[in-house]
């Protein structure tokens, strides 16, 4: 099986829906999903992951289904130092709780008395659902595997909820995903099981946040989810 988690285009967030941009990066990818041409297709309930969801799978005709696990990860964290979502931490103020990088990671001390893992865990819940409807049940850190096959799932969502999905899939820590990785508007994250002996899968992932097909139409990346390369740079640093 193969997984496609796609972020939706360039957003206006006041709105929740895509800008000009976000749309014209819609429609390039247009063409590459439909060369992927996914038997399942599934999106966030936002607007903006929605409209990426339609315009980038107009010519295949396929149903959508809303799946409300997808929306943007939803995951708060304290006050003060360590206010606001969970996955836009300052690296010096994270990065010294050695215990954010392993499996256990809603159990330190930055995550406690917040909604962070219930958040993952309604997250977690969807996508073993998911999985297990196409034939593959989480067991521990592998998938038992019900119903081989070779389908392809998209997944139109967001980059929070994405690293999110990564890191269950691969049984880490969402921390390095959400600050030491970016997947760009429209990116796609392409996800394969691997069934080396019989019944007994793994995920891996084959490319990370993909934009290949604005660079082969010379449309430029987006800004979205990076921050300023320098500090005196004229770009987004909180």
């Known amino acids: 099986m193969q997984l496609l988690i796609i972020r939706h285009g360039d957003p206006d967030y006041i709105k929740d829906s895509l800008t000009k941009k976000g749309k014209r990066e819609a429609l390039l990818l247009c063409k590459r999903i439909e060369k992927l041409n996914p038997d399942f297709i599934y999106s966030s309930p936002l607007g903006r992951a929605k409209k990426t969801a339609k315009l980038a799978t107009k010519t295949l005709g396929r149903e959508i289904t809303v799946l409300p696990w997808l929306r943007e990860f939803e995951g708060r964290v304290g006050s003060g130092l360590f206010k606001d979502i969970c996955w836009d931490r ?91 990785f970016a997947a760009l508007t429209t990116s796609v994250t392409t996800v394969v099981t691997e069934e080396r002996r019989k019944g007994i899968a793994a995920f891996r992932i084959l490319s990370f946040g993909d934009i290949s097909h604005l660079y082969a139409n010379n449309e430029e990346p987006s800004f979205a989810c990076r921050f300023c390369e320098c500090f005196d740079d004229d770009t987004r640093h909180d």
Request: glycine letters at 6%; aromatic letters at 14%.
């Open 90 to 180: 300052l690296p010096q103020d994270w990065t010294c709780f050695d215990g954010l990088y392993t499996d256990e990671w809603y159990n330190c001390a930055m995550m406690k008395g917040t909604n962070v893992r219930e958040e993952y865990q309604k997250v977690v819940r969807g996508l073993d659902e998911l999985l297990s409807k196409h034939g593959y049940q989480h067991s521990g850190r592998i998938f038992k595997v019900t119903e081989p096959n070779h389908d392809t799932i998209a997944l139109f969502c967001h980059f929070g909820v994405e690293c999110v999905i990564l890191s269950h899939l691969l049984s880490v820590s969402p921390m390095p995903f959400w600050h030491n």
